[in-house]
């Protein structure tokens, strides 16, 4: 038995290909690398193809017998999905629709989503439940809540068994320092604020300082990549093991503003760097936190990495001798 890790090759894809290898399953990696890393891939058989092959899919199917599939293939630049709508419903919900396609026909039924929590749009409080309205305010939150939508048809029709996995702020590097996050574009905070640190850029910006929030700047939970991979292999254990499909949350359940991110670079760096603060930026919700309750009552999984310093440490540790 085999695990496809579709978009394995990505910040995320590739730290849960190392863990599954590290527990001994045989992975296949399959990803285009328009936005992945042939260096992230460490592990496991790769190959490269996309999800708008279907031939190239079926191909992998009737060469390896397929268990289970862990789906991280999807554009996730919110802005660009703004103004770039089809793009994101072509790459983000056919693409998928076209991996269903290839599962069913390969009677390969346990899927691992990689979800987010932009498909709750403005939350109504936090820390956010997964029983709260969904109502993205982005055509990137739409498609995957479109996916999630759809495993719940396919389950009721042809007993898909899913997993979907909202993630908040992915943050942090194997702390191994094998792998690691690296963006073109770069949007994430950390690396932003890292390269900052580390002279490759001349300032980092600060978008709002008067929120509502205790130093006025914006606050998300950042969980480590790590505590990622490990839910997702939790979440493979609960399917294998007969669990029911459902939906998890997956964050700290802590609040870190942008400042204290900052604080943190510096601190861990031990390097002082420009700050420039700016106006709000449109669509900014003032904070973003999750609840893992569930995760933890169902998944049996919590955060081992829960420090925004040891979460910015091992970022910093693959920053300064990153590969790719």
């Given at each position: 038995m085999a695990i496809l890790v579709c978009g394995g090759a990505g910040y995320i894809g590739s730290h849960i290909n190392k863990q599954l290898n590290k527990e001994g399953y045989?992975?296949?990696?399959?990803?285009?690398?328009?936005?992945?890393?042939?260096?992230?891939?460490?592990?496991?058989?790769?190959?490269?193809?996309d999800l708008a092959n279907e031939a190239a899919l079926e191909a992998v199917f009737e060469r390896f017998r397929i268990d289970a599939v862990f789906?991280?293939?999807?554009?996730?630049?919110?802005?660009?999905?703004?103004?770039?709508?089809?793009?994101?419903?072509?790459?983000?919900?056919?693409?998928?629709?076209?991996?269903?396609?290839?599962?069913?026909?390969?009677?390969?039924?346990?899927?691992?989503?990689?979800?987010?929590?932009?498909?709750?749009?403005?939350?109504?409080?936090?820390?956010?439940?997964?029983?709260?309205?969904?109502?993205?305010?982005?055509?990137?939150g739409m498609t995957k809540l479109t996916v999630e939508r759809i495993f719940k048809d396919y389950q009721k029709a042809y007993g898909l068994k899913f997993a979907v996995l909202r993630y908040f702020n992915a943050a942090g590097a194997d702390p191994d320092g094998e792998i690691g996050e690296s963006h073109d574009p770069e949007t994430h905070i950390i690396p932003l604020v890292l390269d900052a640190a580390s002279g490759k850029r001349d300032d980092i910006k600060?978008?709002?300082?008067?929120?509502?929030?205790?130093?006025?700047?914006?606050?998300?939970?950042?969980?480590?990549?790590?505590?990622?991979?490990?839910?997702?292999?939790?979440?493979?254990?609960?399917?294998?093991?007969?669990?029911?499909?459902?939906?998890?949350?997956?964050?700290n359940s802590l609040g870190t503003s942008v400042l204290e991110v900052i604080d943190?670079?510096?601190?861990?760096?031990?390097?002082?760097?420009?700050?420039?603060?700016?106006?709000?930026?449109?669509?900014?919700?003032?904070?973003?936190?999750?609840?893992s309750e569930k995760a933890e009552k169902v998944l049996g999984w919590k955060p081992r990495y829960a420090d925004i310093d040891t979460i910015v440490a091992h970022a910093w540790n693959w920053h300064e001798k990153a590969e790719y």
């Open positions: 045989e992975t296949i990696v399959f990803d285009n690398l328009i936005y992945g890393h042939r260096e992230a891939v460490k592990w496991g058989t790769f190959i490269e193809g789906h991280f293939a999807a554009y996730a630049y919110v802005g660009e999905s703004v103004e770039k709508p089809e793009k994101y419903y072509y790459n983000n919900v056919v693409n998928s629709l076209n991996l269903l396609k290839v599962m069913r026909r390969h009677d390969s039924n346990k899927i691992i989503f990689s979800s987010t929590c932009a498909t709750y749009g403005e939350p109504e409080k936090v820390p956010i439940t997964e029983d709260m309205p969904q109502n993205p305010i982005n055509p990137y600060v978008f709002g300082t008067d929120y509502d929030t205790t130093d006025g700047s914006c606050v998300r939970d950042y969980i480590h990549v790590s505590d990622l991979a490990d839910a997702h292999l939790k979440a493979l254990h609960y399917l294998e093991n007969g669990g029911e499909s459902d939906f998890f949350n997956l964050g943190s670079v510096k601190r861990v760096t031990g390097k002082e760097f420009k700050v420039t603060l700016s106006d709000r930026r449109a669509g900014d919700p003032a904070k973003l936190v999750g609840s």
